[in-house]
T-cell receptor, first 112, second 112 residues
Framework: DSGVTQTPKHLITATGQRVTLRCSPRSGDLSVYWYQQSLDQGLQFLIQ???????AKGNILERFSAQQFPDLHSELNLSSLELGDSALYFCASSVQLNTEAFFGQGTRLTVV | GNSVTQMEGPVTLSEEAFLTINCTYT??????LFWYVQYPGEGLQLLLKATKADDKGSNKGFEATYRKETTSFHLEKGSVQVSDSAVYFC???????????FGAGTRLFVKA
């Protein structure tokens, strides 16, 4: 158990809908990362937050957004969902910006 | 830009066989290099890392040596077990960088 908690574990939704994925980092970790893992794209970095502020952005679509709250948990919002958004979404956390990241077990999103 | 290239899988071995998973990278500066492992249904776990040239990372019988001259970080294990069946990801993070870039992953099957 990495100490990073992601909810829900599984999510099935229809195209065009909006979902929110939640991540609770390890106790004491200030930085949160989101990754998307799909069969055709592999593991892609989406976005990183540190102590509530966005610090790095990767291949995140405009339909997706994220935020980190004062209690350091983070949410990833996915809207206008398409079939191609079906993937495993991982959250990771680390103590500082450039230290080892610990991954959660992921949320499997299926868009039908 | 920075990138990581891994050998394609799946790799299928018999128990006690020798394992090599090749990984090469492209990066500016002096990146840190990592191997992560993803067991079925779980998130990624850091397996080992190396932060400078000629460093050898090791853990659970796995080893990888940071070779700057060949820009490689190949993963090796002398005798694999069925429990090593998983997906292995090579990754890099540049000095001062905030995001970790992953290779496509190599699936390993170990037969009893």
């Amino acid at each position: 158990d990495s100490g990073v908690t992601q909810t829900p574990k599984h999510l099935i939704t229809a195209t065009g809908q909006r979902v929110t994925l939640r991540c609770s980092p390890r106790s004491g970790d200030l930085s949160v990362y989101w990754y998307q893992q799909s069969l055709d794209q592999g593991l892609q970095f989406l976005i990183q937050y540190y102590n509530g502020e966005e610090r790095a952005k990767g291949n995140i679509l405009e339909r997706f957004s994220a935020q980190q709250f004062p209690d350091l948990h983070s949410e990833l919002n996915l809207s206008s969902l398409e079939l191609g958004d079906s993937a495993l979404y991982f959250c990771a956390s680390s103590v500082q910006l450039n230290t080892e990241a610990f991954f959660g077990q992921g949320t499997r999103l299926t868009v039908v | 830009g920075n990138s990581v290239t891994q050998m394609e899988g799946p790799v299928t071995l018999s128990e006690e066989a020798f394992l090599t998973i090749n990984c090469t990278y492209t990066a500016t500066g002096y990146p840190s290099l990592f191997w992560y492992v993803q067991y079925p249904g779980e998130g990624l776990q850091l397996l080992l890392k190396a932060t400078k040239a000629d460093d050898k990372g090791s853990n659970k019988g796995f080893e990888a040596t940071y070779r700057k001259e060949t820009t490689s970080f190949h993963l090796e294990k002398g005798s694999v077990q069925v429990s090593d069946s998983a997906v292995y990801f090579c990754a890099l993070r540049n000095t001062g960088g905030f995001k970790t870039i992953f290779g496509a992953g190599t699936r390993l099957f170990v037969k009893a």
